[in-house]
């Protein structure tokens, strides 16, 4: 909140204000050590001044993350108490005999913050009936699963029961918990997209309430089934995995599993990738889903290799005439969308620059100041959005004085005031909202010509491979789900209730890669080989709406998660915590625009 522009913003959303620990480390002069005759609570400081920045609670870190401990009592500027030792293995650093005779440098302090007034203001304004947003994870990261949630969401839940029967209104105490899945595409690029799901509300059971004032392991207890039960359900609306490679089979299988002729919406092909999710976490270790990830492994190589995408599979071999003049065309296209985009490009180009050079720069300090995230590129949206608020309208002013002086031909101070606020206000946004969009399309066309140009060029053998294989990895994809599907369900009856795609559908499917497999055109109306760039949003390693011909192709979310969101709740329904999370992936597919 002390922060100019970005506390201004929040100040005006009625933001609650947090102080966060991290954000005030210190890292002090001097070096640590246990003495040899010491017991290992008592740790002993060289050229340290303890009694200036250490209190109770407070928490002592060693370099490179080998222990932390809390401190119980300063005793002097040299000497210092801990509430339980360090790990066996910090204890053996700090009293091996090179750290007694020169001390362990680099260590820091993460004060502890007070925060009752935070929760207190979390609860009175639950018991005003608002409702209130939280980010339980803590901090942003760009890591393909969930950090581990902290309980201060359970606690304000919890307190706000305990303490109130009622509302302010009257009306019975009944505080949800409503998750909240945010599902990134390319978090650090302009116009990419974000889903916001919203979960079926978390009811606390009053055995929980009870539990809670009764105090001590009870109250402790009753937070951690609350915080698991909350974790498991957000766990189920984000697809996760443990790395980054896992998450590319997943994303890759599910791209592969979806017959040809079979258009999904964004529902669907969000549930799809939770199955199979779900189903890779069970069967990791079965020998067909080993052998499977290897070789999808091979079929994205051989992608990269040929520097296509999965959905131009199936239309790379078709060659003809036809092709040659749809080649022709689309560049011509290219070529024109490139001049028309040319003047918001060079009007915009150092802003571009700034904020991309910004962002890395903010990127590579949030990385190297964290322990959770591994490239920062949850940051680099954020302060490319930051800096462009910043520079856009500092540029515009700038070619408005230009204007002025070196352009405008009115004669009159009022007439070049005038022109000046119509060429900054008018022309400019829409020269670059004009370039915005033409550079958008001319993309398109420029991702759609390397295909095109392997069709026409490129004999028929040239492709066979990669075409076959697609073939196989599909049959071979669906005989597995059709195996081991039933015994995720427990018996076949369920599974074949739960299928997205159905079994008619999936063989449909196999047939039709098939026919493709042998350099055969299927018809225009199933590939839609007319169209720029599909838009195929399981091209990509993360979570894309499907097939979308157009921007207002794309499904809105009408599952029964969204209908329960807060937003538009009556007002008896609007007291809840939403938490909330986020999931990013690093993908390499296709930025998928936003509006």
């Not at 539990?211 to 039960?229: C, I, N, Q």
Request: glycine share 6%.
């Amino acid at each position: 909140m002390d922060k100019r522009f970005v506390g201004t913003f929040a100040k005006l959303v009625n933001s609650i204000p947090v102080t966060r620990a991290q954000d005030h480390i210190i890292k002090p002069n001097g070096s640590l050590l246990i003495e040899s005759d010491a017991e290992p609570l008592i740790i002993t400081g060289r050229d340290t001044s303890f009694t200036e920045y250490l209190a109770p609670r407070h928490l002592i870190t060693l370099p490179n993350n080998i222990g932390s401990a809390e401190v119980q009592e300063v005793l002097s500027d040299t000497s210092v108490r801990l509430k339980s030792p360090f790990s066996a293995d910090a204890i053996a650093k700090l009293s091996s005999p090179d750290v007694i005779a020169t001390g362990l440098s680099g260590f820091s302090v993460t004060p502890h913050i007070d925060q009752s007034k935070l929760f207190d203001e979390v609860v009175s304004r639950l018991h005003a009936g608002k409702c209130v947003g939280i980010f339980p994870e803590g901090g942003s990261h760009d890591r393909s699963d969930l950090l581990p949630l902290k309980a201060g969401f359970c606690i304000m839940a919890l307190s706000t029961m305990a303490k109130y029967d009622t509302l302010v209104n009257g009306e019975k105490m009944d505080v949800k918990i409503v998750p909240v899945a945010l599902n990134y595409f390319h978090p650090d690029k302009f116009r990419s997209r974000a889903v916001v799901e919203f979960g079926e509300p978390v009811t606390i059971d009053r055995e929980l309430v009870d539990m809670y004032k009764a105090g001590g392991d009870s109250k402790r207890k009753a937070t951690e089934v609350l915080l698991d039960k909350v974790y498991r359900r957000l766990k189920g609306m984000l697809v996760t995995a443990p790395d980054y490679e896992q998450l590319m089979f997943i994303q890759a299988a599910r791209r592969l599993y979806r017959p040809i002729h079979k258009k999904l919406d964004f529902d669907q092909t969000l549930e799809l990738t939770r199955k199979f999710s779900a189903a890779y976490e069970k069967f990791a270790d079965h020998p067909r889903i080993i052998d499977l990830k290897k070789r999808v492994k091979e079929y994205n190589d051989m992608l990269s290799a040929y520097g296509i995408r999965d959905h131009q599979v199936k239309t790379i071999s078709v060659g003809g005439n036809n092709e040659v003049y749809l080649l022709l065309y689309r560049f011509l296209m290219l070529l024109s969308m490139a001049f028309v985009s040319f003047p918001g490009v060079v009007l915009n180009a150092p802003i571009i620059y700034l904020c991309q050079q910004i962002a890395n720069s903010k990127a590579k300090e949030a990385k190297a100041a964290s322990s959770v995230k591994l490239e920062g590129k949850d940051v680099i949206g954020t302060w490319k959005v930051i800096t462009a608020m910043a520079l856009v309208p500092l540029f515009y002013f700038i070619y408005s004085i230009l204007y002025l002086f070196f352009i405008s031909t009115a004669t009159t101070i009022l007439g070049k005031l005038y022109s000046s606020f119509i060429f900054s206000a008018i022309v400019l946004p829409t020269i670059s909202f004009i370039s915005l969009r033409a550079g958008e399309v001319g993309m398109d066309y420029f991702k759609s010509l390397r295909p095109l140009f392997i069709a026409v060029t490129l004999p028929q053998i040239g492709t066979e491979p990669l075409r076959k294989l697609r073939s196989t990895l599909q049959k071979d994809i669906n005989d597995t789900i059709n195996d081991l599907g039933p015994l995720y369900y427990g018996n076949k009856g369920e599974f074949e209730k739960s299928r997205i795609v159905n079994k008619q559908d999936a063989y449909q499917g196999e047939i039709d890669s098939e026919y493709v497999a042998k350099g055969k055109r299927l018809p225009d109306n199933t590939l839609r080989w007319d169209v720029v760039d599909e838009k195929e949003s399981d091209d990509g390693v993360f979570l894309f709406a499907e097939d979308a011909d157009d921007e207002d192709d794309w499904v809105p979310l009408d599952s029964e998660e969204v209908t329960k969101s807060p937003v538009g709740m009556k007002q008896r329904d609007r007291k809840h915590l939403i938490v909330g999370s986020r999931n990013s992936s690093r993908s390499r597919s296709r930025e998928i625009r936003g509006r």
